[in-house]
């Protein structure tokens, strides 16, 4: 069973930065991509960022420039650094892990921007 534990929200100024992590039940390298996703109050979940196994990232068109993901295969953990946050990056960000030894996802961390 994938377990996944994000961790590092809470509430920021506009502008402002978080770092959010996800630790992993296993090697990071067990699975095929891992990925941050966030779902702001009355919206769909929404993909913000992925890596790959094999180092290859990926952005929405919202955070580029702004966020970046990162992981530290030693500690089995997945990072998404957060800068010049604004009002629109509230939201509840999950962490997702895929591969073949199953799929799952984080029960989340809230992240607020206040104005």
């Not at 978080?18 to 996703?37: D, E, P, V």
């Not at 990162?70 to 591969?99: F, H, I, P, W």
Request: aromatic share 8%; net charge positive.
């Amino acid at each position: 069973q994938v377990q996944l534990v994000e961790s590092g929200g809470g509430l920021v100024q506009a502008g402002g930065s978080l770092r959010l992590s996800c630790a992993t039940s296993g090697s990071i390298f067990s699975f095929n991509l891992m990925a941050w996703y966030r779902q702001a109050p009355g919206k769909q979940r929404e993909p913000v960022a992925h890596i790959t196994r094999e180092g290859t990232t990926s952005y929405a068109d919202s955070v580029k420039g702004r966020f970046t993901i990162s992981r530290d295969n030693a500690k089995s953990t997945v990072y998404l650094q957060m800068n010049n946050l604004n009002a629109e990056d509230t939201a509840v960000y999950y962490c997702s892990a895929r591969g073949p030894v199953g799929n799952g996802w984080g029960q989340g961390t809230r992240v607020t921007v206040s104005s």
